[in-house]
């Protein structure tokens, strides 16, 4: 089945720096990728999606200089957190979309901010 | 806007009981819907995915149904074990873009 890897799974960062995070669609291409950001106890609400060789597209309220999205690859997106503050701290999780419409998840990737 | 609504937010039961999930969605035009597990601080693990023209999916204990007309899907979980504590949730794509959670429903099945 599809399988997407997102890296790292955890990561504890100081404030004012930036972090990376990857996600790969493993055995499929993926025209389309979603990141998406969840605090505890609630559900997953969408940051962003990400088109291959475009711009991202940003909900409302997500600051676009502050978490940037490239989509390099079909198989590839990255989202950095910059100049990264406490309030970013949170679980972030990726999903890839096939031609079929279906989404495959990444583990996630648990950030704290120090 | 399409909106997806979990029924209850929380449930709790004793082992060995069978017990559904309820999902609401409020536009019944999607491609698919997933059901999904998540674990405390784990990413989310596809259970089941109906497509539109399906009512139903089965994997194991569990067991998906959809009802586009009426804009509902119930996941049920039949002989409901301790390793089935988790939050279930449910999500439809939403306008060929992202896709659309419900809030989700935290699943407590005590020994």
């Known amino acids: 089945g599809a399988v997407v890897s997102q890296h790292p799974s955890w990561v504890i960062c100081k404030s004012g720096t930036s972090v990376k995070i990857e996600c790969r669609s493993l055995d499929f291409q993926a025209t389309t990728m979603f990141w998406y950001r969840q605090f505890p106890k609630q559900s997953l609400m969408l940051m962003a999606t990400?088109?291959?060789?475009?711009?991202?597209?940003?909900e409302q309220g997500v600051e676009k200089d502050k978490f940037l999205i490239n989509h390099a690859s079909l198989t590839l997106s990255t989202l950095t957190v910059t100049s990264a503050h406490p309030e970013d701290s949170s679980f972030y999780i990726c999903?890839?979309?096939?031609?079929?419409?279906?989404?495959?998840f990444g583990s996630g990737t648990r950030l704290t901010v120090v | 806007k399409q909106e997806v609504t979990q029924i209850p937010a929380a449930l709790s039961v004793p082992e060995g009981e069978n017990l559904v999930l309820n999902c609401s969605f409020t536009?019944?035009?999607?491609?698919?819907l997933q059901w999904f597990r998540q674990d405390p601080g784990k990413g989310l693990t596809s259970l089941l995915l109906?497509?539109?023209?399906?009512r139903e999916q089965t994997s194991g204990r569990l067991n998906a149904s959809l009802d586009k007309s009426s804009g509902r899907s119930t996941l049920y979980i039949a002989a409901s074990q301790p390793g089935d504590s988790a939050t279930y949730l449910c999500a439809v794509p939403y306008n060929n873009n992202d896709m659309r959670f419900g809030a989700g429903t935290r699943l407590t099945v005590k020994p």
């Open positions: 999903s890839a979309r096939d031609r079929d419409i279906r989404d495959t």
């Open positions: 109906i497509q539109s023209s399906q």
């Open positions: 990400s088109n291959e060789g475009s711009k991202a597209t940003y």
């Open positions: 536009d019944s035009a999607i491609y698919n």
